[in-house]
């Protein structure tokens, strides 16, 4: 069963904090390469940050020093721990597993998706 779970979204003055939480099933967890992607209003998804299967962490320039992967094994939760955000930092943020480690691939799984507002 697939299942992706977000939280931790919100609003939040410029120069907080946020942690971005994404429960994942334990096939999900283990078979996949796991990450945060975000989209804002008129604008196209970008990728935020992603884990790899070998733990390899790859940012977007924009967010590399800001954000933060991390992956609790027991519980199954990718964490993206955002730092000194910004007005443009506002989106809406979705966490997705790629079985095959392809972004771009028709068989990835999303979630739901979890505002950051940010003023």
């Known amino acids: 069963h697939v299942q992706l779970v977000e939280s931790g979204g919100g609003s939040v003055q410029a120069g907080g904090s946020l942690r971005l939480s994404c429960a994942a099933s334990r096939y999900m967890y283990d078979n996949g390469c796991m990450g945060w992607f975000r989209q804002a209003p008129g604008k196209e998804r970008e990728g935020v940050a992603t884990?790899?299967?070998?733990?390899?962490?790859r940012y977007a320039d924009s967010v590399k020093g800001q954000f933060t992967l991390s992956k609790d094994n027991v519980e199954n939760t990718l964490y993206l721990q955002m730092n000194s955000l910004k007005p443009e930092d506002s989106a809406m943020y979705y966490c997705?597993?790629?079985?095959?480690?392809?972004?771009?691939?028709?068989?990835?799984?999303w979630g739901q998706g979890t505002q950051v507002t940010v003023s």
């Open positions: 997705a597993v790629s079985p095959s480690c392809t972004w771009g691939a028709s068989n990835n799984y």
């Open positions: 884990i790899d299967t070998d733990g390899s962490t």
